[in-house]
């Protein structure tokens, strides 16, 4: 694996190395990383074995949920995706259970702390800053807690530009920067406390909160309001192969690449057609990084058409009606196959093909993170909850319902707010509506002076464009947000360009037909190069779906205000001046598929349990035997009883119950008890963890 050295939107800091050992060898890695993301670095992909069959144990969420990627770290049995890599640290793979460290001395256990607050906030990211700032502005005092070691949650993973509007959701910005424009804004005030590094771990009946306070100390929070802004974790698929190391969630992959900063991959292929896969690939190219199909299993992608046209600019084949049939290879990801479904998911014949990737993306979607809100509910707490754990949708609307949530509890404290809850409610749905299908896009007629062209063809919530025109000539239709925006035509275009730079979709071209009819300037939005292109620099053009023809670079500009897209013109001729939307820069080479991979798998060997390798011939087994009760699963399988603590299973299970003909409602759910994540035991006992230990 490689360190990313230049990425044309990330910044690459200077990183201190330093030494540890995994099973013995001595290895270098990179302060500040986790365990996970320095044994990518060093091009090791499978941390341990499992005890049940030895299959090989890895990452796949990266976000502290899936629980499979412990190794031993100094004795101490730790998440590696969760853990910071130290000086001198002695690693070791987890192979079977982990070993209890030798240590069985006589240690005082202590009192427990408990701390009063006002109000506790369970996650930094979007939705849990955007709470904080407002509830730190009105001075009330609030705990932020959080588990990573910075501010932002999944803002951080963000290299693109945020659709919404620029004075709600800060639209055209990228995620990474309003992680911190956020985070500087809730670090400023007096009355919030920030926990980084700290765990919500449990929510108790006797209405205290369990937290692993900066991994070291376990401490009770009494908090008077609850606001739960835990995100969402990514859903994971049945099918052969599933959790070869090489099948990661999509957001993983986004932590190694635009977190840390890795090269975790050489070709990828990605599962999902929502924006989470289509975005999931761009930031992949952007890291110089083959991206070698994506297959959606409906008859068109669920994402916006914007993220899918930067896919299809850069030659990335889009598989649709195509689904997953096997991940394929021994101890890695070597291929995929994939398969062509009809109506009722069946895969038609002949349609197979295996194509070479060494990683392979699952990005099906979210589940949200709602366990510590339902338990805050259950026990009578006063509780809200905002963003993905409340309903899945873009990190702008998370900022937005944050906010509204935290009107509410203002208002429940007696506080008077100004704003209208009602209205930024309907706003917040309008944030979170799925897309409409496109339209079929239309061409303008116009072919004189200069003026914007808009390549959106979708009604989705975004509306940057109108704000930054200094003729203020860009409108979307009767002003609805939703609405396509077009260039109002009253006042000349002076060709600043600012409406291209701040596009998130890059779906903004600007013609200038004053010089040449025939050969108009047109100018595009590139985001692929840390380098600034030189003039006179032959480019590929391309449309939505096509190669357009190379052309020379007239001309570069850098606007101040969005320093990391790069406004290229070229002179073309008119015929296809107003079908050009982007630059390809390197010719990506995508594979042509193989010989099909031949290998016929079974319902046994195709895994739903990941921390107990339990399959789906099994629980097909025990359900066809007339088991309804999520317990008694349980108790015949084991399946639920890993370390994860059954989040990944959960929901695969209820859909083989589906699949079985069997009535969701009949079935009896899991007991959920309180601890959600898990812990050093000593800690409960008060014993504050000392790095000599
Ligand atoms: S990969 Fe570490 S918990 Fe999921």
Not at 157 to 169: P, R, Y
Request: include cysteine; charged fraction near 25%; aromatic fraction near 6%.
């Amino acid at each position: 694996m490689e360190n990313i050295t230049s990425h044309p939107i990330l910044e690459i800091p200077e990183r201190k190395k330093i030494k540890f050992k995994f099973d013995g060898k001595e290895l270098t890695g990179f302060e500040g990383l986790v365990i996970s993301s320095v044994l990518f670095l060093n091009g090791i992909k499978i941390f341990g074995h499992h005890i049940k069959d030895s299959s090989p144990q890895g990452i796949f969420c990266a976000n502290g949920q899936c629980s499979q990627c412990n190794v031993i770290a100094n004795n101490i049995p730790v998440k590696a995706c969760m853990t910071l890599l130290e000086d001198g640290m002695e690693i070791r793979s987890c192979n079977g259970l982990p070993e209890l460290p030798l240590d069985d001395k006589y240690i005082e256990v202590g009192d427990v702390d408990i701390i009063k607050t006002e109000v506790l906030v369970i996650g930094a990211g979007p939705a849990g800053l955007s709470a904080t700032k407002l509830l730190g502005e009105h001075e009330i005092d609030v705990i932020l807690v959080d588990d990573k070691n910075r501010l932002g949650g999944k803002l951080v993973l963000q290299t693109h530009k945020f659709f919404g509007s620029q004075e709600d959701v800060y639209a055209g910005k990228r995620g990474i920067d309003i992680a911190k424009i956020l985070g500087d804004q809730v670090k400023s005030l007096d009355s919030v406390n920030i926990w980084i590094n700290s765990t919500v771990v449990a929510v108790f009946s006797d209405k205290l909160i369990g937290v692993l306070k900066n991994n070291e100390e376990y401490v009770l929070i009494s908090p008077r309001n609850i606001l739960v802004a835990t995100g969402a974790r990514e859903k994971m698929l049945v099918f052969p192969g599933n959790t070869l190391p090489g099948v990661y969630g999509a957001g993983a992959f986004q932590t190694l690449m635009n977190r840390d900063l890795i090269k975790a991959a050489k070709q990828i292929f990605i599962i999902g057609g929502g924006n989470v896969g289509l975005i999931a690939g761009y930031h992949a190219i952007q890291a110089g990084i083959n991206v070698v199909g994506l297959i959606e299993a409906m008859p068109y992608c669920g994402g916006y058409k914007v993220h899918e046209d930067k896919l299809r600019r850069l030659g990335v084949p889009i598989y649709t009606k195509h689904t997953v049939t096997s991940a394929n290879g021994s101890n890695n990801v070597e291929s995929i196959t994939i398969g062509q479904i009809n109506e009722k998911g069946e895969i038609l014949p002949n349609t197979k093909k295996t194509f070479n990737c060494d990683t392979i993306l699952i990005a099906i979607g979210l589940n949200p993170v709602d366990e510590f809100y339902l338990k805050a509910k259950e026990f009578g707490m006063n509780v809200w909850v905002a963003g993905d754990a409340q309903e899945i949708a873009e990190a702008s609307a998370a900022i937005f319902t944050g906010r509204i949530e935290a009107l509410k509890m203002l208002e429940k404290m007696g506080i008077k707010v100004k704003e209208n809850i009602d209205d930024l409610e309907k706003f917040a749905n309008i944030m979170k509506a799925k897309p409409p299908l496109p339209s079929e896009p239309k061409i303008l007629e116009k072919e004189d002076g200069i003026f914007p062209l808009f390549h959106c063809n979708q009604e989705i919530p975004c509306n940057p464009c109108t704000s930054v025109c200094p003729q203020d000539q860009i409108n979307t239709i009767d002003n609805i947000i939703t609405q396509l925006p077009y260039f109002r035509d009253e006042k000349d275009c002076i060709g600043c360009g600012k409406c291209i730079a701040v596009c998130p979709g890059l779906a903004i071209t600007l013609i200038d037909y004053r010089k040449n009819k025939d050969f108009p300037s047109v100018t595009l939005p590139l985001e692929l190069s840390a380098n600034k292109i030189e003039i006179g620099k032959k480019v590929l053009i391309v449309s939505n779906d096509a190669g357009l023809g190379e052309f020379k670079v007239k001309r570069v500009r850098i606007l101040p205000e969005f320093p990391k897209t790069q406004l290229i013109t070229v002179e073309i001729p008119s015929r296809i001046a107003k079908h050009a939307t982007g630059i390809r820069l390197n010719q990506n080479s995508y594979n042509e598929s193989l010989n099909l991979y031949q290998k016929n798998f079974t319902e046994n060997e195709t895994i739903v349990c990941r921390c107990e390798r339990v399959s789906v011939g099994e629980i097909r087994h025990w359900i066809r035997n007339g088991v309804r009760d999520f317990n008694e699963l349980k108790a015949l399988t084991k399946v639920g009883m890993g370390s994860c603590g059954g989040k990944t299973c959960t929901p695969l299970i209820d859909r083989i119950f589906r699949e079985e003909g069997v009535n969701i409602d009949e079935v009896v759910p899991g007991t959920k008890r309180p601890l959600f994540i898990e812990m050093p035991l000593k800690l409960f006992a008060g014993i504050k963890e000392k790095k000599e230990d």
